[in-house]
Antibody, heavy 122, light 107 residues
Framework: QVQLQESGPGLVKPSQTLSLTCTVS??????????WSWIRQRPGKGLEWIGY???????YYVPSLKSRTTMSVDTSTNQFSLKITSMTAADTARYYC??????????????WGQGTLVSVSS | EIVMTQSPATLSLSPGERATLTCRAS??????LAWYQQKPGQAPRLLIS???TRATGVPARFSGSGSRTEFTLTISSLQSDDFAVYYC?????????FGPGTTVDIK
């Protein structure tokens, strides 16, 4: 059974870079076949897909965040990561990591981490 | 970007009643539609994929239907555990987007 767990700072200062890690158990990230994603939920709002990384080399970031976002995979630790630069208060949200299941251009999220709350404040 | 809308925003029902939630897409998405349930303080949970395929372990009282631009999630007889927020999500093309959610609360 796959499990995902986010980790990272709960507080980030404006203009700084957010770095989050998702530790995956129950499936190897080197095996391929899944689209490892980040999704966020701003306070009182709905869900927003940030993007995905696949097999360490293929990725997609949503246009609104593309210029500030980088995702990576570390197969030695079975973790994948999210970096968002130039954080502002508008980036305050609960960040979830999730597994995308399907194919390259169409997948849904069948497993989720519990999420980690990130606040942006000085 | 495909815009997803959901109605109603809130559905107030009693246990045992039937719940009907609607999700609409701004353009056709074939059947590339998923439904999720989210309870307070929890991550979303996948209920339905491909508009009508229940995920593993999801009770049969949950059913999904629809295609192209209009979709429905039906809970045939609400249990106490079903009061939550429900989101739809399309995965027809990038970027995938979610609807704003429907809250099912106790009347």
């Amino acid at each position: 059974q796959v499990q995902l767990q986010e980790s990272g700072p709960g507080l980030v200062k404006p203009s700084q870079t957010l770095s989050l890690t998702c530790t995956v158990s129950g499936v190897s990230l080197s095996g391929g076949g899944f689209f490892w994603s980040w999704i966020r939920q701003r306070p009182g709002k709905g869900l927003e897909w940030i993007g995905y990384i696949y097999n360490s080399v293929s990725n997609y970031y949503v246009p609104s965040l593309k210029s500030r976002t980088t995702m990576s995979v570390d197969t030695s630790t079975n973790q994948f990561s999210l970096k968002i630069t130039s954080m502002t208060a508008a980036d305050t949200a609960r960040y979830y990591c999730a597994r995308g299941y399907g194919d390259y251009t169409s997948f849904f999220f069948d497993s989720w981490g519990q999420g980690t709350l990130v606040s942006v404040s000085s | 970007e495909i815009v997803m809308t959901q109605s109603p925003a809130t559905l107030s029902l009693s246990p045992g009643e039937r719940a009907t939630l609607t999700c609409r897409a701004s353009q056709t998405i074939d059947n590339f539609l998923a439904w999720y349930q989210q309870k307070p303080g929890q991550a979303p949970r996948l209920l339905i994929s491909y508009a009508s395929t229940r995920a593993t372990g999801v009770p049969a009282r949950f059913s999904g239907s629809g295609s192209r631009t209009e979709f429905t999630l039906t809970i045939s007889s609400l249990q106490s555990d079903d009061f939550a927020v429900y989101y739809c999500q399309h995965y027809f093309e990038w970027p995938f987007t979610f609807g704003p959610g429907t809250t099912v609360d106790i009347k």
